[in-house]
């Protein structure tokens, strides 16, 4: 007996077929190519895939009644652009030939065109074309890759409509971060937790050179978001900023935090530094508030500002003297604007934060209380995630 809630067909028609594996989703590209007599060539296709690493593939599956895919073939290579989210009328112009789908969405340039704001344009020598029942399997020899500098999301087309993704949490990739996203996608599912929990932003940092990076945020695509900090943003670890990762850290370490920060702002009387130092490490967390000073270094991180404004936001971030959030009960906090937790590896040493925001500043001393005592939780949770881990490396 077929479970109840299945549909099972075994005689599958074209019709069947379509319908049930248009349950998969697919990204949308445009691949492009340039006749010898410079007439533009483009067709919409579902099938993009990455194929092979080394050498790199790539391929694309054009049907045997596609007119277009025989002159593309002529040409010897082709460009595949991948399409936006926001790029749905460029699909349907590409899709229904619309005369003016060239001028209106290409770069113009010479050579195989360039749609503009593509996500990504990956530009091919054909390699391989393989026998596919009604299409063929083209396996493109990749030349040449363009990543849009601050790539939006993808274009979906799933059960014939066409959408965007929907992430709970982004993942950076950037090299030599290897090890510290391994750890930070350990705990994601705790920072996840935290952020459904609470109805806030929970981000997951690491220290990376002299740097803390976001390596993931969850809850970014929340209706109540207001920061907007993103994946991959990185800042200067410099006294005032950033304690946790050295509160806890040999002397040589947090001397050089401090030394980054006389070094950035010229304020050579580093007691306050040391005194928040102290303060972190008593308490076990930090909290940040004043909404002008959170609002200051989220316009210095999303590069609104010249990269001398960090030692200025710095400068002003010492100026303004003792932080309040380490110093009074969470309960006698008013304007809080961000709570952070360590996060240690088995041997103890601090490798990760956990950071909640995305606080409007009218928050109840309750729920101030509840949304510190959630954080620190998930921070022994993401601790023994980590341990946990560990142990079963060394299995
Ligand atoms: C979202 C979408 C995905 C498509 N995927 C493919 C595909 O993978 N392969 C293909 O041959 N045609 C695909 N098509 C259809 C082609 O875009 C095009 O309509 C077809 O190749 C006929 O046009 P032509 O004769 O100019 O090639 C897709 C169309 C849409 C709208």
Redesign the pocket.
């Known amino acids: 007996m077929p479970p109840p809630d299945r549909q099972i067909t075994e005689a599958v028609s074209p019709a069947d077929f379509r319908r049930a594996l248009g349950h998969y989703p697919t990204g ?1 590209a445009v691949v492009t190519a340039c006749r010898t007599d410079g007439d533009p060539l483009a ?5 993009f895939t990455s194929v092979s690493l080394d050498p790199p593939l790539v391929g ?4 045997l ?5 025989p002159d593309i073939r002529a040409t010897g290579g082709f460009c595949v652009n991948v399409l936006g989210a926001d790029q749905e009328q460029v ?1 349907r112009a590409f ?1 229904s ?1 619309a005369p003016d789908r060239f001028t209106a969405h290409t770069d113009g340039g010479p050579g195989n065109p360039r749609l503009t704001s593509a996500v990504l344009r990956v530009d091919c020598d054909i390699f391989q074309v393989l026998p596919a029942g009604d ?1 063929e399997m083209v396996l493109g020899a990749v030349r040449r890759i363009e990543v849009a500098e601050e790539p939006g999301l993808p274009l979906l ?1 799933l059960r014939g409509g066409y959408g965007a993704p929907h992430l709970a949490s982004i993942q950076a990739e950037s090299a030599g971060l290897a090890d510290q996203l391994r750890l930070a996608d350990l705990i994601r599912p705790e920072a996840e937790s935290i952020s459904r929990d609470l109805g806030l932003e929970c981000l997951v940092t690491a220290p990376a050179d002299d740097s803390i990076v976001v390596l993931a945020a969850a809850g970014i695509g929340s209706e109540t978001r207001r920061s907007t900090t993103r994946v991959g943003t990185t800042f200067p670890l410099a006294a005032p900023f950033g304690p946790l990762f050295v509160a806890w850290a040999a002397e040589a370490e947090r001397k050089a935090w401090l030394t980054r920060g006389q070094t950035l702002t010229g304020i050579t009387d580093r007691s306050l530094a040391v005194a928040q130092l102290a303060a972190v490490r008593e308490l076990g967390y930090g909290i940040t508030t004043g909404r002008e000073a959170a609002d200051h270094f989220e316009r210095v991180v999303t590069g609104m500002e010249e990269p001398a404004a960090i030692a200025e936001f710095l400068t002003a971030l010492e100026r303004r003297g003792p932080e309040p959030g380490l110093h009074r009960p969470v309960e006698k906090l008013t304007d809080v604007t961000s709570m952070h937790v360590p996060v240690r590896d088995a041997t103890g040493q601090v490798v990760l934060a956990l950071h909640l925001i995305g606080f409007t500043g009218q928050e109840t001393p309750g729920r101030l209380r509840a949304c510190l005592d959630r954080l620190r939780s998930g921070g022994r949770s993401a601790d023994a995630l980590l341990s946990r881990s560990s142990h079963d490396d060394g299995a």
Do not use: I, Q, R, Y
């Open positions: 949308v067709m919409v296709v579902g099938t694309f599956l054009p049907s009644t596609s007119t277009t895919w699909c899709a030939k299409h087309f």
